[in-house]
């Protein structure tokens, strides 16, 4: 399984979305910190789920940032989130 199938996975699992796409943005970091051939570093994630409903901003990314904790401290060098209501 590779990261992007990893990130999908444990988003589903975590907060059952209404939307969810995975995105890996890393050909578009060729050459910037990170980056690694193959890709898997850079992903922009999009994100709706009843979960997150009522919280602020910060609290939906920080419970994704939670989730994906492991991929963060490994692989995954840069994570852009769009979190909203489901």
């Not at 890996?24 to 789920?49: C, L, N, Q």
């Amino acid at each position: 399984m590779n990261t992007a199938e990893i990130i999908e996975k444990k988003l589903r699992e975590a907060f059952r979305p209404a939307r969810l796409e995975v995105i890996d943005d890393s050909e578009a970091h060729r050459g910037h910190g990170g980056w690694r051939e193959g890709g898997g570093t850079h992903f922009k994630v999009v994100i709706a789920a009843p979960a997150f409903n009522g919280l602020g901003r910060v609290q939906r990314q920080r419970a994704v940032h939670k989730v994906l904790a492991e991929e963060l401290a490994g692989p995954v060098h840069a994570l852009s989130l769009q979190v909203e209501d489901g």
